[in-house]
């Protein structure tokens, strides 16, 4: 049995080409079956195809040939819109031989070409099976552009009318644009298809079709991205042309195609499921794909099989009996026919989705969902947005607070520097806690929610470890000086340099500076991302990443610092009752202790708890950090600048009142106890009694008491001289 193949070349040399591996791969596969059986008798195809060059005059000759040529019994080939019709009317339907073409237009049908038979759903219908897709999925309103050519124009033509109607859209504007296959446009068809672009982009529709070849599309699909726009979706006709796959802006783009590796339909009686007949195919034709064109040509083939089986013979008016028939499941989805000869079937809807075309529907052969609202055009890429949130820009001016403040209280220390209370605190130890707090403070700008990059993560880690080193560490060290002075009981004179302290402080700082090398080095804290929705990166939540190493190293670390505001929690409630008013900081820094220690164990907490949403983790995680910080230095500060303002008005008020006593006379019997003077002005002897008793009574009270105070007074002289050492030691250092 002969099967003549008329592909086309030229403009469609690649459809040609895929037909006839197709039409070669059915063939051998019928061969390695041993042909199909009629009866007794089995039957083979024997393939004869020309190349026609997509030349319209030679279309027309080659099929006039074939129909001359009594070895042909049957024509199969690919008809395409713009040929078919002229085909239809040259070729005279006297001598016409049945026709399966994988592509024909209704012209064809229409002028009662009864021997014809489409493998693929009419033109007209294929946007019918998006625009139903599209509406199941939410889409209620459409705009329609239709480039002026007649593949478009039978696709999209009627779409105001009964497409827009079944499907209950409203279509709100249809915009015809000039034809463009390809070549550079003139300028006027240029700004056409621009004002076509910017009434589709005003009419705001749900969706967009877009009935056009890929430049005019392409164009459409640039002049509204270069104003960011895109609608919730976007529906191309002659969707699969090859234009496509190289174009940058092609994902989430939608359209039909008669059929694609990524639809699935069920397994069907030839070659079993797709993946089946898909190795099939790789191992025929390695390093090509299986496009549409070839399977059409295949189940051209297939259903011409088919109806040569039913018919039980080869006589022409009953094989076209049973193709109008013929209603069978396959691969490529149903294959029927109704009174016109126009295929039942339904076209694939199409999406692109990760740079390939993957099928959405029809339900029942879709490999993936139709992605709709598409992502818009500043959704598709993260981009850091700097104090996109509101709280980031509320703890800046916070934190700038703080270190505004810092700048003050380094002010008030220089400016007082050479004051006996400046000098007694430490004041050197004073400024490396302004400075470790400035760090706190600065950390703001590495640990926004919407900074998170990988040096910031780093930085993180060196900010707050470094900056709490500093500034609990010199509180530490004023601490531990206090309570070794107070604490000795001894005689000794001995004094602890700002040297020593240093050293102490060095060695706190050091070790929380190896632990942070080690977290850069082995738990490389990098920039990742929290997906909130994997089709528009640009709503990613940049976060730090953490491993095993790096929380082990964490752990060691909040140890170590936990430790240490343990110890010095211990030593602020040790020198907490310092009596001498200069040296007195006891209360202060054990309130900065206390401070520091608890928002600090806070912010632990947060952190190891992770509550609530980011912006609430991160306000609150701010608001402990500052309070930590300024409450530890502003009281260290403001005590002593009130204190040394106090003295300055003790001093004043001190002269001017010794100046007044000096002229006021001392009367002696002002000292006298009221009872004295009562029993001199004739009491009774009893009542001088009972007052002698009491007084003596009072008297030993004062001798006790007298006898522990001189003890203290010891103690205390030995402790000034101890202090006093240490002030000029501390003024020498300083100096």
């Not at 129909?67 to 690919?78: A, E, V, Y």
């Not at 039909?256 to 025929?284: I, N, Q």
């Not at 640990?447 to 998170?452: D, E, K, N, T, V």
């Not at 000086?481 to 009981?489: A, D, F, G, I």
Request: hydrophobic content about 45%.
């Amino acid at each position: 049995m002969s099967m003549t193949y008329t592909p086309v070349g030229s403009l469609r040399a690649t459809l040609g080409a895929d037909s006839v591996r197709g039409f070669t791969f059915f063939t051998e596969w019928l061969d390695s079956k041993g042909g199909f059986a009629v009866g007794n008798t089995t039957y083979r195809f024997n393939l004869v195809y020309v190349d026609d060059a997509s030349n319209l005059t030679t279309v027309v000759q080659n099929y006039r040939t074939f129909l001359n040529d009594s070895r042909c019994q049957f024509l199969i080939g690919p008809m395409f819109s713009d040929f078919n019709i002229e085909v239809a009317i040259r070729v005279t339907e006297p001598a016409s031989r049945l026709l399966v073409a994988h592509n024909t237009a209704s012209d064809a049908f229409s002028k009662g070409r009864t021997k014809a038979f489409s493998v693929l759903p009419l033109g007209s219908k294929y946007m019918a099976s998006a625009l139903s897709e599209a509406r199941v999925i939410g889409v209620k309103t459409l705009t329609v552009a239709v480039e002026n050519i007649a593949v478009h124009l039978s696709s999209c033509g009627s779409l105001n009318t009964s497409l827009a109607r079944d499907n209950d859209l409203v279509v709100r504007g249809s915009y015809p644009i000039p034809q463009n296959l390809g070549a550079a446009m003139a300028p006027d068809t240029v700004q056409n298809i621009t004002d076509t672009a910017n009434k589709l982009m005003n009419d705001q529709a749900d969706a967009v079709l877009l009935c056009c070849y890929p430049a005019n599309c392409k164009h459409i699909v640039a002049t509204w991205k270069s104003k960011n726009y895109l609608p919730k979706l976007v529906l191309m006709n002659t969707f699969g042309f090859t234009d496509y796959l190289d174009w940058s802006d092609r994902e989430y783009m939608a359209g039909v195609e008669s059929w694609d590796s990524s639809t699935r339909y069920a397994a069907d009686a030839y070659f079993g499921s797709m993946d089946d007949l898909l190795s099939k195919w790789k191992s025929r034709w390695p390093g090509f794909s299986l496009p549409f064109g070839s399977m059409n040509a295949i189940y051209s083939g297939i259903a011409l099989m088919e109806a040569v089986k039913r018919a039980g013979s080869l006589n022409e008016a009953d094989v076209t009996f049973a193709l109008s028939r013929l209603d069978i499941e396959t691969l490529k989805g149903r294959i029927a026919w109704s009174g016109d000869h126009s295929n039942l079937g339904l076209a694939s809807f199409m999406q692109f989705q990760n740079g390939s075309m993957t099928t959405v529907g029809p339900l029942t052969a879709r490999s993936a969902k139709l992605i709709y609202p598409i992502p818009s055009w500043d959704e598709r890429q993260y981009v850091a947005k700097p104090y996109s949130l509101a709280a980031e820009w509320g703890v800046t001016v916070l934190f700038v607070v703080g270190i505004l403040s810092n700048i003050v209280f380094g002010a008030i220390l220089i400016k007082y520097w050479s004051n006996p209370v400046i000098r007694a605190s430490s004041p050197i130890f004073l400024v490396v806690i302004l400075v470790g707090t400035s760090i706190l403070y600065s950390a703001v700008w590495v640990w926004m929610p919407s900074l998170a990059t990988t040096a910031s993560c780093h930085l993180r880690f060196w900010m707050l470890v470094v900056g709490f080193g500093l500034t609990f560490g010199s509180l530490f060290a004023k601490t531990w000086r206090v309570w070794v002075l107070y604490s000795n009981r001894t005689t000794e004179i001995f004094k602890i340099s700002n040297s020593q302290l240093s050293l102490i402080l060095g060695l706190v700082v050091a070790i929380e500076v190896i632990l942070c090398v080690l977290v850069s080095a082995i738990g490389q804290p990098t920039q990742i991302f929290i997906t909130q929705d994997p089709l528009r990166p640009a709503l990613n939540i940049p976060v730090c990443s953490s491993n095993t190493p790096q929380t082990v190293l964490t752990i060691i670390l909040g140890v170590y610092n936990g430790v240490i505001i343990l110890v010095g929690i211990y030593l602020g409630y040790r020198v907490r009752v310092v009596p001498i008013a200069v040296f007195n900081e006891s209360k202060v820094i054990a309130f900065a202790i206390y401070n520091a220690s608890f928002f600090s164990v806070i912010m632990a907490i947060l952190q190891a708890s992770n509550a609530g949403d980011r912006t609430t983790l991160f306000v609150l995680m701010s608001l402990a950090l500052f309070f930590g910080s300024f409450g530890t230095t502003a009281p260290l500060v403001i005590s002593k600048y009130f204190m040394i303002t106090k003295d300055k008005s003790h001093s004043s008020s001190g002269s001017s009142t010794s100046g007044r006593s000096s002229r006021t006379p001392h009367s002696p019997m002002s000292s006298m106890p009221m009872t004295s003077r009562v029993n001199s002005e004739g009491g009774t002897n009893n009542q001088a009694q009972e007052e002698k008793e009491k007084l003596m009574k009072k008297n030993e009270s004062l001798k006790k008491r007298n006898k522990k105070l001189k003890a203290e007074v010891q103690e205390l002289r030995q402790f000034v001289a101890r202090m006093q050492n240490q002030e000029s030691d501390s003024a020498t250092s300083n100096n």
